[in-house]
């Protein structure tokens, strides 16, 4: 084994050089015998029925379910994460099940045949895209089966990875964390990326888009960068549902209270000058 042997895993912008065996930053790619391999593919963690809603998704088939299922492994660092337990360990960190593409169509069938609100499959919990065959590879079968694709997602991965999953997706709501590059730099992504997944949504006819912004006291929570970034989602489309989300202390960000109910409240105000649908949430 030797440095001369790393390939380059460019499904985010980490771009992280793996040498033979290693795992990349987001537990969830590695090497393995010279290529890049996708580590937590049918690797599940969390299998459950939630409302479309909890996704969160307001606008999309209101009333139904989706079968929701994560993994283990994400390439962002949000001192806040609500799902560190299975976002931030890789393959010894939690216990996981395999679960196939043909499985995963399959409980959705079966699933369906019980309830007919329950419409599809979610990929969500954990960062669904560092594993992205997995996520293309069952939303292929989900779809043809006649159920639906959900897609949850930080969104910081490469235009090639979006380009090849946007058309399979039936809703998404993607994370958008804050509009300061600064900010994503600090947790390990970038923004720039974020607004080209979210563009690249935006512009996909089958797919139903929504933005959550989790607003997080002292990070993200001025007048000032709501009304930059409701401003540009606006210019993409003035109908694009943002949720203005409410932060709670999780994991290794306990220093500070949650954000105060009235300044959700407020951004959600701001957002509103640009946008139709603006929701608040967790309060
Ligand atoms: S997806 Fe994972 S392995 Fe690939 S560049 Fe990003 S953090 Fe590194």
Known sequence: MSADDAIRCDTCPRGCLLEPGAVGACR?????????????????TSVAIDPVEKKPLARWMPGSTVLSLGSYGCNLR???????????????????RE????????????????????VGVAYTYNE?????????????????????????????????????IAPLIDAANIDLKSFRAET??????????????????????????????????GVNDTRG??????AWLALLDTGIVLHV??????????????????????LAD??????FHVCTGNC
């Not at 679960?99 to 329950?118: I, K």
């Not at 960068?225 to 409701?230: K, T």
């Open 184 to 217: 994503y730099r600090v947790l390990g992504g970038d923004l720039a990326t974020v607004k080209a997944t979210i563009e690249l949504f935006a512009a996909t006819p089958t797919c139903h888009l929504e933005v959550t912004t989790l607003i997080v006291p």
């Open 128 to 164: 669904p895209l560092v594993a992205w065959e997995f996520v293309r590879d069952c939303s292929v079968l989900v779809h043809d089966v006649g159920l639906k694709n959900v897609l949850v997602s930080a969104g910081c991965v490469s235009h090639t990875v979006v380009d090849s």
């Open 99 to 118: 679960m196939l593409p043909a499985d995963v169509a399959a409980l959705a069938t079966r699933l369906h045949g019980q309830d007919p609100r329950m």
């Open 245 to 266: 989300s409410r932060f709670h202390p999780a994991w290794r960000m306990r220093d500070r209270g949650s954000t105060p109910i009235i300044r959700v409240y407020e």
């Open 270 to 275: 701001v957002a509103r000058a640009h946008l």
């Open 28 to 44: 969830a790619r590695g090497n393995v015998d010279g290529s890049i391999v996708a580590l937590g593919y049918g690797r599940v």
């Open 225 to 230: 960068e709501m009304d930059e970034l409701a």
């Open 78 to 96: 949000c001192p806040w994460c609500q799902n560190s337990s299975i976002s931030q360990v890789g393959e010894d960190g939690v216990d996981w």
